[in-house]
Nanobody, 118 residues
Framework: VQLQASGGGLVQPGGSLRLSCAAS????????MGWYRQAPGKQRELVAI???????HAEDSVKGRFTISGDNAKNTVYLQMNFLKPEDAAVYYC?????????????WGQGTQVTVSS
C-alpha cells in the first residue's frame, strides 16, 4: 500500500494549510488513517486520527485548530490546519492501517514539510 501526501508548505503564524493523503494499492479495507508529525530533534507524535467509521481524535495541542476528515471512497484523509503556530512546524506523515487480501498493513507516507514562520 502506498500513501501519497501533499499540501505542506510555508505559512505565516495564524495561517492555514490543508494536507491530503491518498492510499493506493490492493486495499481490501482501511481501519484508520491518521496524521503524525516530527519536528527536528523530537520524536514522531500523533496529531489526529480517523477511523473508517468516522470517529476522530485530535491531540490536545491541536484540538480546536486542526480538523481531520476523510473520503472513504477515495481512501483519502485530510488535515485542515488553522491558526498555525511556529511550534506546529514539522514534517507531517500520514499513516494508514487496514487489510489487503488476507494480510494486514500499516503504511506510512513520505512526509510533507510544514514551516510556520513570519
Amino acid at each position: 500500500v502506498q500513501l501519497q501526501a501533499s499540501g505542506g508548505g510555508l505559512v505565516q503564524p495564524g495561517g492555514s494549510l490543508r494536507l491530503s493523503c491518498a492510499a493506493s494499492g490492493s486495499i481490501r479495507s482501511i481501519g484508520a488513517m491518521g496524521w503524525y508529525r516530527q519536528a527536528p530533534g523530537k520524536q514522531r507524535e500523533l496529531v489526529a486520527i480517523m477511523s473508517s467509521g468516522g470517529h476522530t481524535h485530535a491531540e490536545d495541542s491541536v484540538k480546536g485548530r486542526f480538523t481531520i476528515s476523510g473520503d472513504n471512497a477515495k481512501n483519502t484523509v485530510y488535515l485542515q490546519m488553522n491558526f498555525l503556530k511556529p511550534e506546529d512546524a514539522a514534517v507531517y506523515y500520514c499513516n494508514a492501517e487496514g487489510s489487503m487480501g488476507w494480510r494486514t498493513f500499516n503504511s506510512w507516507g513520505q512526509g510533507t514539510q510544514v514551516t510556520v514562520s513570519s
